[in-house]
């Protein structure tokens, strides 16, 4: 780990509080320039630090870059050691992931970017994506799973996110099936599950697992197409909130929910907080419309629905939608 690393994890560490140039450089045991030094690339990179004569150097409480030094020290320790993968700008942290998959095949590993400029949704669709507003993130998961039990992932996915919204904000989002997370009424975050598989023995051999989420409202506002749909978790006055912290605090519930996944257990938490249930539902099979109305979700997340003829049917994949209002 570089000097700049180590320093930024010190500074993280201890958010707001000012240490001294000499103190840092004897804990790291280098010299005063090279802290010095450190202090400036940091500076470029976009971090707020602030020097004070004869006291040192601090970083602002409010400084909310995406940092590895920072989200590492919140994992649970069994994932501490993961490798990140952290860029300012790519088109996509999915695509990334593959290649990163393909490169290291046998490691697991998180993938995240300040922005994305060809973020993937559902479908073929373009996830809205801009800077310092978002948490755009996508894990490289190593599974021991059939191709059938894969499809939890993102049900699994979908709980995680709430938990940890719940956690670390109290605000209390629900899901659209199958994977849309929304908060007074508005789509806030969407989840991409993308799988590579062993066709011979019928397992997987890795997936991605891409997870977008509107942390703040961007500065422009959203894309007029957008603004009927999609919001934000945060408003104006959720100043004290961070989105390392909320990034961690998904990693951590999802790998909680993930390590027993076969149990299903975690699908009582989604059925909670799935909305569906007895609102009158559209969705297309092949070129024929129908319109249904949500009763349960089956053992592998599937939604069970009772279309107009009174026959039940579960839909095991695909799109929804819901006249508004939702409530």
Known sequence: MSTKNKL???????????????????????????????????RKEGYDIEAKTNKGYSLSTESDLLSSEAIRPLLMQELKRQPF???????????????????????????????????????????????????????I?????TTTDATLITTAAAVA????????????????????IYLNDYKIA???????????????????????LNFKTPVAGFPPELESIAGSLLNEEDTK??????????????????????KRDFL???????????????????????????????QQGGLIVKLEDGQLQTLSYGEITIQRPFN
């Open 241 to 262: 909130i961070m989105r390392n912290e909320l990034i961690a605090e998904i990693i951590n519930q999802f790998y909680q929910i993930y390590r027993e996944i076969g």
């Open 161 to 180: 996110v709430c938990l940890a919204i719940e956690k670390i904000t109290e605000k209390k989002p629900s899901i659209k099936w199958v994977n849309d």
């Open 268 to 298: 009582d938490d989604y059925k909670k907080r799935c909305f569906v249930f007895g609102k009158t539902i559209h969705f297309k099979q092949g070129k024929q419309d129908f319109k249904a109305i949500p009763i349960d979700i089956d």
């Open 8 to 42: 930024l994890a010190i500074l993280e560490q201890q958010k707001g509080q000012t240490i001294s140039g000499q103190d840092l450089a004897r804990c790291l045991d280098v010299s005063r320039t090279s802290i010095w030094k450190a202090i400036s690339t940091l």
């Open 141 to 145: 998961l190593k599974p021991n799973l």
């Open 85 to 139: 993968y952290l860029f300012k700008a790519i088109e996509s942290t999915n695509q990334e992931a593959k290649k990163i998959a393909i490169e290291h095949s046998s490691e697991a590993a998180i993938v995240l970017s300040e922005e994305q400029l060809k973020g993937k949704g559902r479908l073929g669709r373009f996830f809205y994506s801009p800077p310092k507003t978002g948490i755009y993130m996508s894990l």
């Open 190 to 212: 969407g989840i991409l599950t993308e799988a590579v598989t062993n066709f011979e023995n019928r397992t997987i051999d890795t997936i991605i697992l891409g997870i977008g």
